[in-house]
């Protein structure tokens, strides 16, 4: 069984805004590795973080975070 990939536009958002790493990590309360490693897909965030950073930019979950299959 293959599990779904959740995919996101984290380094999108960030460039949108003007924002490092670690300004994000920051708000959210997270280290800034842990924010690389989302952009990168070595890591899925819980519910808690999609929604603490989603609700940093403003946006919906699902305007960041994808699920493919």
Known sequence: MV???IKN???E???KHD???EDLAQLVGVRRETIG???KGKYNPSLV???HIAKVFNVTIEEI???EE
Do not use: D, G, S
């Open 3 to 5: 599990l779904p990939m």
């Open 9 to 11: 536009k984290i380094k």
């Open 13 to 15: 958002y960030r460039a």
């Open 19 to 21: 924002m490092k790493q």
């Open 37 to 39: 490693n989302l952009e």
């Open 49 to 51: 973080l999609a929604w």
């Open 65 to 67: 975070f994808t699920v």
